[in-house]
C-alpha cells in the first residue's frame, strides 16, 4: 500500500530560519540541504517544498501543494481562494504582526492619503496598494519594485509601500511613516479540496497543533515547590497561574505539592517572595510544549 503523502510548503526567504527553528521546537527535524528546495523532515507521511511566501496561496490554491505557511498579506495580494487552518503569530524579528506602511523622505510634503494624488508608489505589494489607493478614492502611479524599496524615494518614487517590524530600516533611509495600509501575520493555509480530505486534514490539524503548542511555551517555565497547608491561601495569591495550579498532598498530610506554569520574565522577582511565604523544594524547569 501507498504511503499517503502531505504536501507541505515551507517559505523560503526571511522566514525559512524562524520557521524551521519553530518545527524543531514543535519535535519536527526539519533542515535545508544547499541549493534543495526539497527540505527533509523527519515524518515519512510529510513531503516538504521550499517556496517564497509570496508564491505560496498560489500553490496552495491550484492543489501544488496541499498546505503551506505564508503571510495574511500574500494571500491578500493574490486574492488566493485558500482556507485558513490557523494564525501562527512569529516572523524573523519578533512575535508581533508585521506592517505593510506608506513611508516618503522625511522632508516630503506628502502627510495624508490624499497628497498621493498622481505621485508615483513603489511597492512589492502593487494589488494591497491599488485597492487601498481607490478605497481613499486616490489617483496614483503603483510601480513594482524588484527590492531596495527603501532607496528609491525621491528620485524613483514619490512614496513607497514597505513592509517593517520595528520601522529601523526605513528610519536608516531617512524615510518616515504616514499610516499603515496593512498588518500581517504568519497563517496555516490548506488548498479548499485537501481541507476537507479527512486524513489530510488530521495531518493538518496535528501538525498546527504542535506548533501552536511550541509557540505557546516560549516565556513560560514550569515552578513546582512543597508548601505547609497553613501557608497554601498566601502562596496561591502571589502565583500568576497559567490556569489553577495542581496541587497534590505528600506523604505528610500537613505539606502540599504545588505545580504551575507562568512567565519566565517573573520567575526571579517571584521565588523570593515565595520563599518568605513559607515555600520550599522550589524547581524552576523549562517547557518545549504548552497544550490547552
Not at 491578500?76 to 482556507?83: F, G, I, R
Amino acid at each position: 500500500m501507498t504511503t499517503p503523502v502531505l504536501k507541505l510548503g515551507i517559505p523560503a526567504g526571511s522566514l525559512q530560519e524562524a520557521t524551521a527553528d519553530l518545527f524543531r521546537k514543535a519535535g519536527y527535524k526539519l533542515s535545508f540541504a544547499s541549493r534543495s528546495y526539497y527540505p527533509t523532515i523527519d515524518d515519512d507521511e510529510i513531503q516538504c517544498t521550499l517556496i517564497r511566501a509570496q508564491e505560496m496561496a498560489r500553490y496552495v490554491q491550484n492543489g501544488s501543494l496541499d498546505c503551506g505557511l505564508t503571510g495574511y498579506d500574500w494571500i491578500v495580494e493574490n486574492d488566493a481562494q485558500v482556507t485558513e487552518l490557523s494564525e501562527l503569530v512569529f516572523s524573523k524579528v519578533s512575535r508581533r504582526p508585521v506592517r505593510w506602511v506608506l513611508a516618503v523622505p522625511n522632508d516630503s510634503p506628502i502627510r495624508e492619503p490624499k497628497d498621493l494624488e498622481g505621485k508615483r508608489i513603489a511597492t512589492e505589494v502593487v494589488n494591497i496598494t491599488k485597492k487601498w489607493l481607490a478605497g481613499h478614492g486616490v489617483n496614483a502611479i503603483v510601480e513594482f519594485s524588484w527590492g531596495a524599496t527603501e532607496v528609491k524615494p525621491p528620485r524613483l518614487a514619490d512614496a513607497i509601500v514597505e513592509v517593517t517590524e520595528t520601522g529601523s530600516s526605513l528610519r536608516a533611509n531617512d524615510l518616515r511613516i504616514v499610516c499603515d495600509l496593512l498588518q500581517s501575520t504568519t497563517r496555516f493555509i490548506a488548498n479548499p479540496a485537501a481541507a476537507l480530505d479527512a486524513w489530510k486534514r488530521r495531518k493538518m490539524d496535528d501538525l498546527i497543533l504542535m506548533l501552536r503548542a511550541a509557540m505557546a511555551a516560549e516565556g513560560k517555565v514550569g515552578l513546582m515547590m512543597n508548601v505547609r497547608a497553613d501557608d497554601l491561601a498566601t502562596v496561591l495569591k502571589l502565583l500568576p497561574a497559567l490556569q489553577n495550579p495542581t496541587i497534590s498532598t505528600l506523604s505528610d498530610a500537613s505539606w502540599l505539592a504545588v505545580n504551575t506554569i507562568l512567565d519566565e520574565s517573573v520567575v526571579r522577582k517571584l521565588i523570593p517572595d515565595l520563599k518568605r511565604a513559607g515555600a520550599c523544594g522550589l524547581v524552576e524547569y523549562p517547557l518545549s510544549k504548552v497544550i490547552d
